[in-house]
T-cell receptor, first 116, second 111 residues
Framework: DVKVTQSSRYLVKRTGEKVFLECVQD?????MFWYRQDPGLGLRLIYF???????EKGDIPEGYSVSREKKERFSLILESASTNQTSMYLC???????????????FGEGSWLTVV | ELKVEQNPLFLSMQEGKNYTIYCNYS?????LYWYRQDPGKSLESLFV?????AVKQEGRLMASLDTKARLSTLHITAAVHDLSATYFC???????????FGQGTRLTINP
């Protein structure tokens, strides 16, 4: 089974703190994604990466950055956390060309971040 | 910009009844995905619909895709309590390898 592991399930951070959310996948997937989930808004894509050291902005990249130094690991960074970044963050991974192949993307369990 | 809209957003129904969740999207796409999320849990893939007219069934759930109408449906037959969850549809964007999600439909099935 595909396993996408997010290291922190629940975090509470103060406004202005730097926050790191880590994600590791064990299926040698090329693509990795960070989504944010908010009630009534569904999942919104923050950033994605299709290869080591490569990144692309998603729909809501403002206030976030990412790092992908190794194929299996994709980190989301909040440089200066704000209260409007309180949310559930979901990491996901997939094979390259997953849509063409009829495959899907696989999600981690999520990280609940509260910024106070 | 691709927009994906689900309705209803909340659905409360009794066991044994049938119902349908609708997923509309705004621009051409070639793939449609359905996921299930239990409270506090990750998203679990249910169906991947690959072409116009595609229909897939798993147990009491059946998903279909009409690319001309830009519409997918998730039909629940003879609902049981275990199907209570939030259901998301997602659409594959032509070009970049990413998905755009609907708002989710929170389904509650009462005994």
């Amino acid at each position: 089974d595909v396993k996408v592991t997010q290291s922190s399930r629940y975090l509470v951070k103060r406004t202005g703190e730097k926050v790191f959310l880590e994600c590791v996948q064990d299926m040698d997937h090329e693509n990795m994604f960070w989504y944010r989930q908010d009630p009534g808004l569904g999942l919104r894509l923050i950033y994605f990466s299709y290869d080591v050291k490569m990144k692309e902005k998603g729909d809501i990249p403002e206030g976030y950055s990412v790092s992908r130094e190794k194929k299996e690991r994709f980190s989301l960074i909040l440089e200066s956390a704000s209260t409007n970044q309180t949310s559930m963050y979901l990491c996901a991974s997939s094979q390259r060309g997953f849509r063409t192949r009829g495959n899907t993307i696989y999600f981690g369990e999520g990280s609940w971040l509260t910024v106070v | 910009e691709l927009k994906v809209e689900q309705n209803p957003l909340f659905l409360s129904m009794q066991e044994g009844k049938n119902y349908t969740i609708y997923c509309n999207y705004s621009t051409t796409s070639d793939r449609l995905y359905w996921y299930r999320q239990d409270p506090g849990k990750s998203l679990e893939s249910l169906f991947v619909l690959l072409s116009n007219g595609a229909v897939k069934q798993e147990g009491r759930l059946m998903a279909s895709l009409d690319t001309k109408a830009r519409l997918s449906t998730l039909h629940i037959t003879a609902a049981v309590h275990d199907l209570s969850a939030t259901y998301f549809c997602a659409v594959g964007v032509v070009g970049p390898q990413k998905l755009v999600f609907g708002q989710g439909t929170r389904l509650t099935i009462n005994p």
